[in-house]
């Protein structure tokens, strides 16, 4: 069985390669728009979506995460020139479920507008790491949120398969 929403679903990779342009404002607003859309607990919507477009910003995280995890620098964000940071209420159990659906739309809305993403949580080491506070206020993070999730977006350079279903993952109980 086959259709259009299925296909997107099908053919959304994590891309790891950006071409340098920016994304349009009408690219940008449908991804917005598709994060909002997601559904959540209780209907309860405990995100915040953090645009950035600022290399320097990037860079910044880029650094914080090498002096965190003691490892050498790179470009976590794969040269994507839009990241959007997701935060989410502390006080909401479902907060980072919520933002995973949130981060999910943003991806499959990129794969349908022909832009690549990849979801991104290794900036947890800078964003919930000794300088939390400080770029939670660089990232608009309303106050009593915390990151949950991010994603890169852009025009992708690179392609690829499919990944394999790993294992048996379906029971069908009877
Ligand atoms: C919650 C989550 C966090 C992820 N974090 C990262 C990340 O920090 N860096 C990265 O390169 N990929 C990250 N990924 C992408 C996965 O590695 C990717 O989805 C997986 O390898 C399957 O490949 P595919 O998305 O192309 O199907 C993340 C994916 C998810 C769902």
Known sequence: MSNETLKTISDRRSNRSYKPEQITKDELDALLKAAVEAPSARNAQPWFFSVVQDVALL???NEDIAMN??????DVFYGAPTV???????????????????????????????????????????LLGPKKDYFAKKLKFPEGTSFTIAIAVGYAKDTKAAHEVKGEKIAYVK
């Not at 995890?69 to 790179?74: A, N, S, V």
């Open 69 to 74: 995890t003691q490892k050498e620098k790179r």
């Open 84 to 126: 959007i940071f997701i935060s989410g209420d502390d006080t909401n159990r479902w907060a980072a479920l919520d933002s995973g659906i949130a981060v999910e739309n943003i991806a499959l809305a990129a794969t349908s507008l022909g832009l690549g993403s990849v979801i991104l949580g290794y900036p947890d080491h800078s």
């Open 59 to 61: 860079d910044e995280i």
